[in-house]
């Protein structure tokens, strides 16, 4: 049926949250009524939220189902179909894979997995095989080599929304404090001391090589072909100036109140993860999305890891920030995202609007996805 009718509904809208009726009519929002409605047909949302489908900018989700353990590689449609049903089911209805071009491990996974993953996500879009909306999002290794050779083949797929610009060598971005670098990477691929030291000192040596040239190379690239750019990891406000430098919009998980406020205040979107949201803490030791969201210094909530986290960090925010009204925070997952990436489509409950729209329970004051639509067709 082209035509649905949800009625009996919180629904969240730019600016408040109505009791009302939204009607549906081929994938297009027609119209908000305040009230409800006895018109044949109306589903009963017994006075659960309806907000806009969520938009994820920053996911590497899929890479885990490619590859669930080391050493093994599942089938890749069964594998982008798993990870499309987890995406759905937390609530995104448009999802932005990030792919890594480049790593710091050359026999990484990440990168034998590059090719078949874009394709896969081609492959499946094409063949009607994935609820929700997938775009591709090109996370660049500035410090990688062969970057500028692994990311030009993406420049003209039309998948392709966004590029990240990243640098993760120790001493600087995400890795100010080295300690940190030591515990993250050690831990991770389990280095002795002594190899831990030369890991170090060659990834600071192949930055110093690498990055600047390469950041020129695919700036050049992505400025010619219209991609929308994000910055990854900026610690400083000198980050901040050498990402407006390039053109970028969007600030990526910014590590300090300095770059995430110079940022915001120079009109870059701020997105941090939705993790660090409801944890109340980053993981890497950084900056709390919390104390940023009450400053007023980040607009955009990402999943990163988790795609269940931005239902719950919307939640969070506007349970724990005092200011911070449900439509703001609902905005910071729907809204923002789509404005900052150029889906002027969707992103919010209004006449005209793709339909894509999420039912959300309470319980016990966490919210639960319990129905999902994308372009008006009942996805979950």
């Known amino acids: 049926m082209s035509k649905l009718i949800l009625t009996n509904a919180r629904v969240v809208t730019r600016d408040e949250v109505v009791m009302g009726t939204v009607e549906v009519d ?3 929002i027609v119209s908000i009524e305040r009230g409800n409605t006895s018109l044949p047909g109306a589903e009963d949302m017994k006075g659960d939220y309806l907000i806009p489908g969520l938009i994820e900018l920053h996911t590497d989700n899929m890479e885990k189902n490619f590859a669930p353990r080391p050493g093994v590689k599942w089938p890749s449609i069964p594998a982008a179909v798993a990870h499309d049903v987890q995406v759905v089911g937390a609530g995104i209805t448009t999802v932005f894979d990030a792919l890594a071009v480049g790593d710091i491990m050359h026999s990484s996974t990440r990168l034998t997995q ?3 993953m874009s394709e896969t996500v081609v492959k499946a879009k094409k063949q009607g095989l994935l609820r929700a909306d997938h ?6 290794e500035l410090s990688f080599e062969t970057v500028v050779d692994l990311f030009s083949p993406f420049i003209e797929n039309p998948l392709v929304k966004l590029v990240s610009l990243m640098d993760h060598a120790p001493g600087q971005r995400q890795f100010t404090n080295i300690d940190k670098y030591r515990e993250y ?5 389990h280095f002795s001391d002594r190899k831990m030291d030369e890991f170090i000192q060659c990834h600071m040596h192949i930055s110093e090589t690498y990055s600047a040239k390469h950041r020129d190379a695919i700036v050049s690239m992505c400025r010619d072909h219209n991609l929308p750019m994000a910055s990854h990891d900026d610690a400083t406000a000198a980050h901040v100036d050498e990402a407006l430098d390039n053109g970028v919009s969007i600030s990526e998980f910014p590590t300090t109140e300095e770059a995430a406020v110079a940022a915001r205040g120079k009109g870059l979107h701020v997105l941090m993860g939705a993790p660090n949201m409801v944890r109340g803490q980053s993981h890497s030791g950084n900056i709390s999305a919390r104390e940023l969201a009450a400053k007023g210094a980040m607009d955009i909530l990402s999943s990163d890891y988790f795609p269940g986290s931005i239902l719950q960090g ?9 200011g911070i009204s449900l439509p703001q925070a609902v905005a910071t997952a729907t809204i923002n995202p789509a404005d900052a990436a150029g889906l002027n489509d ?10 894509d729209l999420v039912r959300v329970r309470m319980t016990e004051d966490m919210p639960v ?5 994308c372009a008006g067709g009942r996805v979950y």
């Open 314 to 322: 919307i939640f969070t925010m506007h349970q724990q920030i005092e």
């Open 114 to 116: 590059l090719k078949d």
């Open 346 to 355: 969707r992103g919010e409950i209004k006449p005209g609007k793709r339909a």
């Open 26 to 28: 081929h994938g297009r």
């Open 369 to 373: 996805v319990n129905e999902v639509w």
């Open 185 to 189: 990477y050690q831990g991770k691929y």
């Open 135 to 140: 775009y591709l999002h090109m996370r660049c």
